[in-house]
Nanobody, 119 residues
Framework: QVQLVESGGGLVQAGGSLRLSCAAS????????MGWFRQAPGKEREFVAA????????YGLDSVKGRFTISRDNAMNTVYLQMNSLKPEDTAVYYC????????????WGQGLQVTVSS
């Protein structure tokens, strides 16, 4: 059974930084893509970024490019989202998710982390 345990959310002032972590267990994740999504109140969930075992990262939002960085520690089966220069519009629940590299659907999800950016 795949488990994803997230940590690192919280309250931060605009311009600040947070690093989210997501530790995965239950599988060998060498053929899995690990990603981050977010959902703001009243809005649909949106794709933030993803990273394969090896290879290029993908960012889904122009608004986070240059501010957010996704990385992965394969030995620890952990994916990180470093978020810098945070803005109030980054306020959302952030979710970690994984998918098999040949599957377009993310089938395993973390519990979600609240990130609140105050102005």
């Amino acid at each position: 059974q795949v488990q994803l345990v997230e940590s690192g959310g919280g309250l931060v002032q605009a311009g600040g930084s947070l690093r989210l972590s997501c530790a995965a267990s239950g599988r060998t994740f060498s053929n899995y893509v690990m990603g981050w999504f977010r959902q703001a109140p009243g809005k649909e969930r949106e794709f933030v970024a993803a990273i394969p075992w090896s290879g290029s990262t993908t960012y889904g939002l122009d608004s986070v490019k240059g501010r957010f960085t996704i990385s992965r520690d394969n030995a620890m089966n952990t994916v990180y989202l470093q978020m810098n220069s945070l803005k109030p519009e980054d306020t959302a629940v952030y979710y970690c998710a994984v998918r098999v590299i040949l599957d377009q659907q993310y089938r395993y999800w973390g519990q979600g982390l609240q990130v609140t950016v105050s102005s």
